[in-house]
Each structure stands twice: as structure tokens, then as C-alpha cells.
């Protein structure tokens, strides 16, 4: 996970694009709990990591993720509410008849002057692919 060290520093110009992806899950029972996915949802971070991070990235990037749904900054129910609407996904990995792992993910571009602006507990949840002129750069 990234630190605000390794891309504040001269190592990487501003104007550099990064692929950013989030990735979270959460061990759930699903055995007559039909709303398992969107308490998964909840439980997991993932919600509340993604509408904290908006405030911080251009419009494009939150279409990335977003799509056409319109939400309020903070609002974790409302992204919640609307999640099968946005470009975000989740994948069920179905352990037994009691127990699953659901999987929450999305991807989206921004730059690293965007990267500096994202407080360090956010951007240290955050897998970042930094695309440099000779290459990308994992952190």
C-alpha cells in the first residue's frame, strides 16, 4: 500500500497517470441473510473508503467509479443503495451452505498531484500503478 513518502518526493512527476484500484472483502454468513452482500458491503470498508476518497479526485475519476449514479460526499448509504448501479464490482466466493467471502472492487485513473492531496490513512488503502515514460511503477 502506498505511503504519502514515496510520491511526494522528486521520484515521480506530478503529471504522471496512476491506475489506482481498491480492493476489500469480508467473511459473511449468507444462510438465510438476503442482504448479506450490501452488509458485506458495509463491514468491509470498502463503502466508506470509496465516498471518503471523492472529494479528493477530478470528476472524471469519480465517473470512473461512480458511473451515472449522483452521490453526496460521505454518503455511505447512498453509495450502498446504489452500488450494483456504479462501475465498481463484487465477486461471492461461496465457502459452504453457511459461509461466504464477498469481494469488492474498482479501478480508476487519476495523477499523482490528485494522490498528493488524499490524506495518508486513505492513501495507505489504496494499491497504486504509477505509469512512468519508461514504465509502471507498483506500490
Known amino acids: 500500500m502506498a505511503k504519502i513518502d514515496e510520491i ?3 521520484l515521480f512527476d506530478e503529471k504522471y ?3 489506482i484500484r481498491i480492493v476489500m472483502c469480508h467473511d459473511i454468513v449468507h444462510r438465510k441473510n438476503k442482504g448479506f452482500a450490501k452488509q458485506a458491503l458495509k463491514k468491509s470498508g470498502f463503502a466508506e473508503l470509496v465516498v471518503s476518497i471523492l ?3 477530478s470528476n472524471a475519476s469519480r465517473d470512473e467509479i461512480l458511473g451515472n449514479v449522483s452521490i453526496q460526499d460521505n454518503d455511505v448509504d447512498t453509495f450502498c443503495n446504489s452500488f450494483l448501479e456504479t462501475n465498481c464490482k463484487c465477486f461471492t466466493n461461496y465457502h459452504d451452505d453457511k459461509l461466504c467471502t ?3 472492487t474498482t479501478k480508476f485513473m487519476s495523477n499523482i ?3 498528493k492531496t488524499v ?3 486513505l492513501l495507505e488503502q ?3 500503478e504509477i505509469l512512468t515514460p519508461v ?3 507498483q506500490l
Open 8 to 10: 511526494s518526493g522528486n
Open 17 to 19: 497517470n496512476v491506475i
Open 55 to 57: 472529494p479528493y479526485f
Open 102 to 104: 464477498v469481494e469488492f
Open 113 to 115: 498531484r490528485a494522490l
Open 119 to 121: 490524506p495518508s490513512e
Open 126 to 128: 489504496l494499491h497504486l
Open 135 to 137: 514504465g509502471s511503477v
